[in-house]
């Protein structure tokens, strides 16, 4: 079997058993902690853009863990701002998208090495503006530099002329172009890799960028822009517009001027672009592409053969690995009931032994989740879940805290249809089920509205193969957790309500970003031309 990207090499993760890499994190959050407190404003044809109806700068990004900890004050961007970065975008369109895919795959490379210099104080800012454990932070760098190196590197073998079959004196050729102008609407969770991972594939092809990042990421999102207009990209090729979603997000998805919406974030927003960019608005001659990746209700399924130390490791990483809020998080986990027991006491002891504190201490296990709207809304579900079934565990806060802190907390005796088994949470909150035998295991696996990722801890050949073929996910694990999909190695993104879009980190997502066109050319001339003066 052809192994595909056998020689992509992956960015390799910090060793934090090392002092020398502990030191590194310790003194970067030194130094961005005394340089906080920036302004973010939008950035149009490389200048700082603010006019009378964008925000006062009274917007602000804080440390989840210590809200009192201004990361930035952020100059919201208005409609006219928004329609200011459109047409930056429209006017350096032709310039960037006739530009050598080798001089953009340059710049992209070029990108990643300056991420990689920066990598600890990048990590820093995440930690302190996102609440990621070091670990996690580190993970999301290496990551971003990935998807640059990928895209760059793919972009190029995209835009080799495609010799299609022949007849004699008949020549087809495939190639590309790039759609226009690319609208990328990003979330908070991996704060610089998930963008970087859209912003890297839309210019790696030639579309010009709008870049809106998530309200409470900005900070790290004014870092993207930063190092790739260090990296040699064009003023106006990426403008930077901070702002609320629901306004300027909204109003970039309407506006017929952008080809191309390239968005992750949660379901109800996906599914309400997809439904606003289906309009041709009067002067668009362009159906909009849409690229949704959008949110999961991820299951376990432990076997009555599963090997209970890994499956209960694997399982606790999964669900409570940066609170849960990542979209491959795992939510549920179903277990046979010939290990149920034993699998849920075992569960307890471990859980309780998960360490809450801020991001910032290198042995946090769980921090602060995002802000006070995830702490409200989590903090709801886990009363929906006393009511509707019972408490197996709640993990401990740390006292006298103001941070965003909510207790990490499993239930048991879940049933399929209750709202903590179907409805994404996006937080440190497990809900486990108990099921008579592997066929029921995969129909409630299988009985969500999602199909992101999954996991099967098992050691029955046949269970596994089954796995294979009727667990419905985008991304499968097999006697593995379900998070940390890298890039190359594990294509990432689900299908039924959690996407659409071919899977990041694979060549084809790049197709998305482009049009095809097909030339086919008579090479029998027929005469000869006449001398041209
Ligand atoms: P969100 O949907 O609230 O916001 C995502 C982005 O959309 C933000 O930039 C936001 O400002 C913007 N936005 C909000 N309203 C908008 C509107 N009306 N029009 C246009 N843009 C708008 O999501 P979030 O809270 O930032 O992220 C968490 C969600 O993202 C979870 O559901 C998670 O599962 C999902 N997610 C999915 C993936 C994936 O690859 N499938 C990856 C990460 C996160």
Known sequence: ME???????????????????????????????????????????????ASADSGDGSAQSVNPAEPDMVIGSITEASENITEQAIQSCKKNFISWGTTPVSERAQILKKAAEIF???????????????????????????????????????????????????????????????????????????????????????????????????????????????????????????????????????YLVRRPDVSLIAFTGSKEVGLAIIEEAGKTPKGQNHVKKVIAEMGGKNAIIIDSDADLDSAITGVLQAAFGYQGQKCSACSRVIVLDSVYDKFTSRLKEAALSIKVSPAEDPGSAVGAVINKGAFEKISQYIEIGKKE??????????????????????????????????????????????????????????????????????????????????????????NTKCTGAMVARQPFGGFKLSGVGTKAGMKEYLLQFVEMKTVSENTQRQGFAPETI
């Open 3 to 49: 192994t595909l990207y056998a020689d992509f090499k992956n960015e390799p993760y910090l060793d934090f058993s090392k002092d020398e890499n502990r030191n590194k994190i310790q003194s970067a959050l030194k130094k961005v902690k005394g340089s906080l407190g920036k302004n973010y404003s939008p950035i149009i044809d490389g200048k700082i853009v």
């Open 116 to 250: 990689r210099k920066q990598k600890s104080e990048l990590s820093a800012l995440e930690i302190l503006e996102c609440g990621k454990q070091w670990r996690e932070a580190d993970g999301d760098m290496c990551e971003a530099i990935d998807f640059l190196e990928f895209y760059a590197q793919e972009a190029v073998h995209l835009f080799e002329l495609k010799q299609m079959g022949s007849e004699p004196g008949l020549r087809n050729t495939l190639y590309f172009k790039p759609r226009g102008v690319a609208a990328v609407i990003s979330p908070w969770n991996f704060p610089i890799a998930i963008p970087v991972g859209m912003i890297a594939a839309a210019l790696a092809v030639g579309n010009t960028v709008v870049f809106k990042p998530a309200e409470v990421a900005t900070a790290c999102g004014y870092k993207i822009y930063e190092i790739l207009k260090e990296a040699g990209l064009p003023d106006g090729v990426l403008n930077f517009l901070p702002g609320q979603g629901r306004l300027i997000g909204n």
């Open 389 to 478: 079934a019972q408490v197996l565990v709640q993990c401990e806060i740390p006292q006298g805290t103001t941070g965003y802190f909510v207790k990490p907390t499993i239930f048991c005796n879940v049933q399929p249809n209750h709202r903590i088994a179907q409805e994404e949470i996006f937080g440190p909150v497990l809900a486990v089920l108990k099921v008579k035998d592997f066929d029921e295991a995969l129909k409630i696996a299988n009985g969500t509205q999602f199909a992101l990722t999954g996991a099967l801890y098992s050691r029955s050949p046949k269970n596994i193969e089954r796995a294979y073929k009727e667990f419905e996910v985008g991304n499968l694990y097999i």
